[in-house]
Structures are given as structure tokens and as C-alpha cells.
């Protein structure tokens, strides 16, 4: 990265420009997809206008790709704007975020022979806070229109999850969430319903594994915390998914096409997922976590696939430097 700012970080207007980050909400939609070994940034300029009530983020940017053997570049094409608004006081003891952004690549395929160029508009809201009775929500849904080629873009996705945090022990919280992104339900018929789920951080999404993206999926996730010991949380987690679309294909947390039967599968159920991770605070800068994950392959991905099964152990070790504190 390399940026330069104008205005103070309190001041009540930021300008920035150059190679830098962007971070909105949960990443489910746009993050810096830090968990990489290159994590994403764009080149572009970001206004920041802060006021005492809210925040509003404008800017306009192209994605950096990387490449090998030679300096990553942004553009070829692609053009990356939005809006983001935050109002943290609107509402008592929670957040609402609308928020706009727009998209323009080239070069994609289409759903018939040939590529075309992609004009997508993503319009959505972010509402997190608390409840009563130690409960907390978080909710996220947006819609997309647009074109890309002579097909119409015709899509929508959402996020609701719910947790309760628990008096006594160990500081147990239950946690509930249901995740939807719609299909294509006709491959061959000029309207492409695949929800695009644009630049995120998709790490823990949709799964440990970090194997399902947000696109025509039904993701049902149900797990709890605890925390035995201090600084010491230790988190399971069950996912179940079905495909949205049975003409339409199951996708990475990367959004790329994973598997797909063609003629429609017979079955929409994907598989099922068991995961935990624990970690442990050191010292206020370093941090030690580890965890497991595995995926039980359901009727979809025996038919679409070989099948197998698959785990995902993993050891992490984080040191956050004193300028990030």
C-alpha cells in the first residue's frame, strides 16, 4: 500500500489517495481479504465526511490484481464506486449502514457464447445493535440490477444472525444465523440471477473450511462460545448448506465456480460442516489461535463431484504492532 492523506484523522473531512484498503461492515461484500497471503487493495479516492450523528465514506477505485513476476496493477476495465453510510445514533444501542456501490468490469462471460462488458449496481443495508435480555442482531441484505453483455443482472442476498450471551461461567454465547444468495434458475435465459458477492473477506463467512462463497447458497449455521479460561474463547460451530438454484452451481469463498450439474441436481443439499477454533491472548499484542474443520459431502457434491470429504486444521500466530493498537 501506499497512500497520502489530507486532514487530520479527526478532522471532519479525509481525502484519501493511492493504493489503500477498503472496509466495510462484516467485509461480507467489501474487505481487504487480510486471511490471504496478498491481501486486496485498490487503487482510487476515498472522501471521508464525519459528522456528530454520522459518517459517509464516497469514493471511487479500481481493484488491484496480482500478478506474477511483475508489479500488481489495477484496471483493465475495472471501475469500483460506492457510497457508505454509517449512523451509529439513529438508533438506541445499534448501527444502521445503508450503503451503494457500482461495479464495471469487462471481458466476463455471459450465460450465452461470448463475453461482454458488466454494469452492476449493489444497493443494501447493515443493521447491528442490541437487545433485550443480552441479545444482539446482526442484519444484512442488498439487492443488485445492472447488465453484462445483452444479459440482465437480477439479484439479491441476505444475512440475519441472532446471539444471546449467557449469565454465569465461562461466558457462553449461542449463536443462530441463516445466510441466503440467490441463483440462476435458467442458464439460457438472458436474466443472470447469481448473486455477486463483489470483494469480501470471506474467512469464517460461510464455514471454517472457507470453502462456500455467498452466491446461490442457503447456509444455516448454529454454534456457542465459551470461555473457560481468561482470554481464552473457544468457539463450535454446525453449517448445513443447499444450493438456492438446482440449474445453478455450488461457489468458492472466492466466488469462483466450484461444481455444477448441468441438466439441474437432483439434490440441493451441498454438505455439512463441524468446526472449533480456540485462541489465547499472550500478551496485548500477541495473539495464539488454532482449529479444525470438517465437510461432510452431501447428495450435491456426490453427484457433481468425486465426493471425498475434506478437513482443514490450521495454527495461527498474530502480532498486532503498536501503530495498529
Given at each position: 500500500?501506499?497512500?497520502?492523506?489530507?486532514?487530520?484523522?479527526?478532522?471532519?473531512?479525509?481525502?484519501?489517495?493511492?493504493?489503500?484498503?477498503?472496509?466495510?461492515?462484516?467485509?461480507?461484500?467489501?474487505?481487504?481479504l487480510g486471511w490471504t497471503n496478498a491481501a486486496r487493495t485498490f487503487d482510487g479516492v476515498k472522501v471521508t465526511v464525519r459528522g456528530k450523528a454520522a459518517s459517509l465514506d464516497v469514493f471511487g477505485a479500481s481493484v488491484v490484481r496480482i500478478l506474477d513476476d511483475e508489479f500488481d496493477k489495477s484496471g483493465a476495465g475495472n471501475r469500483f464506486a460506492g457510497a457508505y453510510l454509517t449512523m451509529p445514533k439513529l438508533v438506541k444501542s445499534g448501527s444502521l449502514e445503508p450503503y451503494f456501490f457500482w461495479r464495471r468490469d469487462t471481458n466476463l462471460p455471459g450465460e450465452f457464447?461470448?463475453?461482454?462488458?458488466?454494469?452492476?449496481?449493489?444497493?443494501?443495508?447493515?443493521?447491528?445493535?442490541?437487545?433485550?435480555?443480552?441479545?444482539?442482531?446482526?442484519?444484512?441484505?442488498?439487492?443488485?440490477?445492472?447488465?453484462?453483455?445483452?444479459?440482465?443482472?437480477?439479484?439479491?442476498?441476505?444475512?440475519?444472525?441472532?446471539?444471546?450471551?449467557?449469565?454465569?461461567?465461562?461466558?457462553?454465547k449461542l449463536i443462530g444465523e441463516f445466510n441466503y444468495a440467490s441463483g440462476d434458475k435458467?442458464?439460457?435465459?438472458?436474466?443472470?440471477?447469481?448473486?455477486?458477492?463483489?470483494?469480501?473477506?470471506?474467512?469464517?463467512?460461510?464455514?471454517?473450511?472457507?470453502?462456500?462463497?455467498?452466491?446461490?447458497?442457503?447456509?444455516?449455521?448454529?454454534?456457542?462460545?465459551?470461555?473457560?479460561?481468561?482470554?481464552?474463547p473457544v468457539t463450535t460451530s454446525y453449517h448445513s448448506w443447499w444450493l438456492a438454484e438446482e440449474r445453478d452451481g455450488i461457489y468458492t469463498a472466492g466466488g469462483a465456480p466450484l461444481a455444477r450439474v448441468i441438466g439441474g441436481a437432483a439434490s440441493r443439499h451441498v454438505g455439512q460442516e463441524i468446526d472449533v477454533q480456540v485462541s489465547r491472548v499472550l500478551i496485548p499484542q500477541l495473539q495464539v489461535s488454532g482449529g479444525y474443520a470438517h465437510i461432510f459431502t452431501g447428495a450435491f457434491l456426490e453427484q457433481a463431484t468425486p465426493g471425498a470429504s475434506y478437513s482443514y486444521p490450521y495454527v495461527q500466530v498474530t502480532y498486532v504492532f503498536l501503530a495498529e493498537r
Open positions: 500500500m501506499g497512500f497520502a492523506d489530507v486532514g487530520a484523522p479527526s478532522s471532519p473531512v479525509v481525502i484519501r489517495a493511492g493504493r489503500q484498503e477498503l472496509v466495510y461492515g462484516d467485509q461480507r461484500l467489501v474487505g481487504h457464447l461470448g463475453v461482454g462488458d458488466l454494469q452492476e449496481s449493489t444497493a443494501g443495508v447493515r443493521f447491528a445493535g442490541k437487545l433485550p435480555l443480552a441479545l444482539d442482531y446482526n442484519i444484512e441484505m442488498a439487492v443488485q440490477r445492472g447488465s453484462l453483455g445483452s444479459d440482465d443482472v437480477d439479484a439479491w442476498a441476505g444475512h440475519w444472525q441472532l446471539r444471546e450471551s449467557l449469565s454465569g461461567p465461562g461466558a457462553v435458467d442458464p439460457a435465459d438472458g436474466v443472470r440471477g447469481t448473486f455477486d458477492q463483489l470483494y469480501p473477506t470471506g474467512h469464517d463467512k460461510y464455514g471454517l473450511a472457507d470453502q462456500i462463497g455467498w452466491k446461490n447458497i442457503q447456509h444455516v449455521r448454529a454454534g456457542f462460545e465459551v470461555t473457560p479460561f481468561k482470554a481464552t
